[in-house]
């Protein structure tokens, strides 16, 4: 009696053990074993209608358990019994390998897309230096024509003054010049006027002096004067 009963509290302590963490699952999920192609079942028996086939590794949705049966969803809908011994909390490697694949292929990618974001920012950063370089060159060359102009301007200020200097003396120059004009101008006129009265002067004068003698010449000479 004592080895029946020792038995069944091993068989009891065995079944809550197996089914804790199974039933723990409900409302969450499980995978399918690496190596194993689980026959979904309408009913918890193993010759029960099948209705489905959930592949290895597939991640199965978990409703309830009866005794060592699972009622699960697949994920491609199919619902149904399938033996527990199959299933497992854990990630099947397979599908561990695969994430750690698409990690990878994602991180590839993203390097990728770094390095040509890395290579665009590298060129733009040598066009930009070549653009500052260029206009360095334009400030220099413009710091230049600066200081050429300023230096030109300066000059043309000089230039500017000297010219408005002589063209003020230029216009006292002329004014005077006009003044001296009008004043020889006067004077020559005023020894033209000079000269002509002298001239009719003495052509009077020589008229006058031409007409008396001609007078005398003509005059009859009286009588009893002999010389």
Same mark, same amino acid.
């Given at each position: 009696?004592?080895?029946?009963?020792?038995?069944?509290?091993?068989?009891?302590?065995?079944?809550?053990?197996?089914?804790?963490?199974?039933?723990?699952?409900?409302?969450? =999920?499980?995978? $399918?074993?690496?190596?194993?192609?689980?026959?979904?079942?309408?009913?918890?028996?193993? #010759?029960?209608?099948?209705?489905? @086939?959930?592949?290895?590794?597939?991640?199965?949705? $978990?409703?309830?358990?009866?005794?060592?049966?699972?009622?699960?969803?697949?994920?491609?809908?199919? +619902? =149904?019994?399938?033996?527990?011994?199959?299933?497992?909390?854990?990630?099947?490697?397979?599908?561990? $390998?695969?994430?750690?694949?698409?990690? &990878?292929?994602?991180?590839?990618?993203?390097?990728?897309?770094?390095?040509?974001?890395?290579?665009?920012? %590298?060129?733009? #950063? *040598? +066009?930009?230096?070549? *653009?500052?370089?260029?206009?360095?060159?334009?400030?220099?060359?413009?710091?230049?024509?600066?200081?050429?102009?300023?230096?030109?301007?300066?000059?043309?200020?000089?230039?500017?003054?000297?010219?408005?200097?002589?063209?003020?003396?230029?216009?006292?120059?002329?004014?005077?010049?006009? %003044?001296?004009?009008?004043?020889?101008?006067?004077?020559?006129?005023?020894?033209?006027?000079?000269?002509?009265?002298?001239?009719?002067?003495? &052509?009077? &004068? =020589? @008229? $006058?002096?031409?007409?008396?003698?001609?007078?005398?010449?003509?005059?009859?000479?009286?009588?009893?004067?002999?010389?």
């Amino acid at each position: 009696m004592m080895n029946t009963a020792a038995k069944g509290v091993v068989f009891l302590s065995c079944l809550f053990f197996f089914l804790s963490p199974l039933h723990s699952a409900f409302g969450a =999920g499980l995978y $399918v074993k690496d190596g194993a192609n689980v026959p979904v079942r309408e009913a918890p028996l193993e #010759n029960g209608k099948i209705t489905g @086939l959930a592949m290895q590794n597939d991640y199965l949705e $978990v409703f309830e358990g009866r005794g060592q049966w699972l009622r699960i969803k697949t994920p491609k809908g199919e +619902e =149904g019994w399938v033996p527990a011994r199959y299933l497992t909390r854990q990630m099947p490697k397979t599908l561990i $390998v695969d994430q750690l694949n698409e990690k &990878i292929k994602s991180l590839t990618e993203e390097n990728l897309t770094l390095q040509e974001e890395n290579a665009q920012l %590298q060129k733009e #950063n *040598r +066009e930009r230096t070549y *653009r500052i370089s260029g206009a360095s060159r334009e400030l220099e060359d413009a710091q230049k024509q600066y200081e050429t102009l300023k230096q030109e301007s300066s000059q043309y200020l000089d230039l500017k003054n000297r010219y408005l200097a002589l063209q003020r003396q230029y216009q006292e120059a002329s004014t005077q010049l006009g %003044q001296k004009t009008r004043e020889n101008n006067r004077l020559k006129t005023s020894e033209r006027l000079i000269f002509t009265l002298l001239g009719g002067s003495f &052509i009077i &004068i =020589g @008229l $006058v002096i031409g007409s008396l003698l001609q007078f005398m010449r003509a005059k009859p000479k009286k009588g009893g004067y002999k010389f």
